[in-house]
């Protein structure tokens, strides 16, 4: 079936042992809680997928990470959400070490490191908190001769219990002593005073590992820090903006996955009517051709104000489209389906997930009529 197969083709391409571990593992033993789902995806090679193949990445674009993502999010919602937040992390690392300006510099090396050792991730970034940039700490830095010591909690953290490193944004004192500067924190899992606990209660996206990481007195020394003082000419805006794009584009693409599985389910019971069929098909296509069309600007290097606009709208305009097409698939598959097994139940539960990323549309609506209005954006 044509079903999918352009994004099924993109995961053989940069992962080529992704997906046939992916569908010979049942799909509730993938979301549940001890997934084997990560483990899969460190050993396909998929924490290097947006590193540059210079860097020893996959050298995947933001077209190709959007169609990973999918195809990824049809055999495992959980694991879709949770090598976003992966991928987020990877994207503003490799944001730095453009903005740094030397492809040997400190950013490059980490960014080289996880690639070639197949490390994951996880993100403790405000993700666009109210009244907070997706870089602004959630974190508290304290200074000392030996390093900064961080303290602070991130809930939800995904990917907390598989992590090597959690990312983490903190505000430090510039060297030059010109006041204080963003630095991004990279946290060795081990690390003494970080710890994991319960948090994610919820049995749907359960194998995200979505729990609460605690850091407590946590010390990060000096080759850990990556400071973030722009060159002449730059703005860290553009990064935070850029990152925020990559969020909503690779968030966007996991859930239509989610939301896939459920339709490909539809697309292969040739007892449902065909305009049903057909219907549910141009609606999901639709939707994924205006996600290509955020990815394609992102691939052209266009991650301004507009873009990012461009990303909030195409993302609620799908959350409209998953609204319409995720309870007609379940209804065309008929009770029976729904009675005699959980994966359709839950592939319904997940696919409504994307609403519940920030920035919410309701904190939105005011800063989106303001740049109707001429104004700047500003993230609620």
């Not at 030397?102 to 666009?128: K, P, Y």
């Not at 990060?220 to 850029?242: F, I, K």
């Not at 698939?329 to 959980?342: I, K, P, R």
Request: glycine content about 10%.
């Amino acid at each position: 079936m044509r079903f999918l197969e352009r994004e099924r083709t993109t995961l053989a391409k940069l992962l080529p042992d992704l997906d046939p571990a992916l569908r010979e593992t049942p799909l509730m033993e993938l979301e549940r809680p001890g997934s084997p789902g990560i483990r899969l995806f460190r050993d396909s090679g998929g924490p290097g997928l947006l590193v540059p193949e210079s860097h020893q990445g996959r050298g995947a674009s933001a077209l190709d990470a959007l169609r990973v993502q999918r195809a990824i999010g049809s055999r495992s919602p959980s694991l879709a959400v949770a090598t976003t937040m992966h991928h987020f992390s990877m994207a503003t690392l490799v944001g730095l070490g453009h903005l740094g300006g030397q492809a040997d510099g400190l950013e490059w090396m980490l960014i080289e490191g996880v690639a070639s050792t197949n490390r994951v991730i996880a993100s403790g970034f405000a993700e666009g908190r109210s009244g907070a940039g997706i870089l602004e700490p959630s974190m508290t830095a304290t200074v000392t001769e030996d390093g900064v010591r961080l303290n602070g909690v991130k809930r939800p953290c995904s990917l907390a219990r598989s992590m090597d490193v959690l990312t983490a944004s903190v505000m430090i004192p510039r060297e030059d002593g010109q006041g204080d500067e963003l630095a991004v924190a990279l946290v060795p899992a081990e690390s003494e005073g970080l710890s994991v606990s319960g948090f994610w209660s919820s049995a749907f996206l359960a194998g995200a590992e979505s729990e609460q990481v605690t850091l407590t007195d946590v010390l990060v020394p000096p080759e850990l820090l990556l400071r973030t003082a722009a060159p002449a000419g730059h703005s860290l805006d553009e990064l935070q903006t850029a990152g925020l794009i990559w969020f909503q584009l690779l968030m966007t693409g996991s859930y239509l996955g989610a939301a896939s599985a459920l339709v490909e389910r539809v697309l292969l019971n040739d007892r449902i009517p065909e305009h049903e069929r057909v219907r549910l098909y141009v609606d999901t296509e639709a939707a994924m051709a205006a996600a290509e069309g955020i990815a394609r600007r992102v691939d052209a290097g266009d991650l301004g104000e507009s873009a990012l606009v461009q990303s909030l709208c195409t993302r609620y305009g799908v959350q409209d489209t998953l609204a319409r097409v995720v309870p007609r698939a379940v209804e065309l598959l008929g009770g029976l389906n729904f009675m005699t097994s959980d994966e359709v139940g839950h592939l319904a539960a997940c696919a409504n997930g994307l609403s519940l990323h920030p920035p919410s549309r309701p904190r939105m609506t005011g800063p989106l009529s303001g740049y109707l209005a001429d104004q700047p954006l500003t993230i609620a």
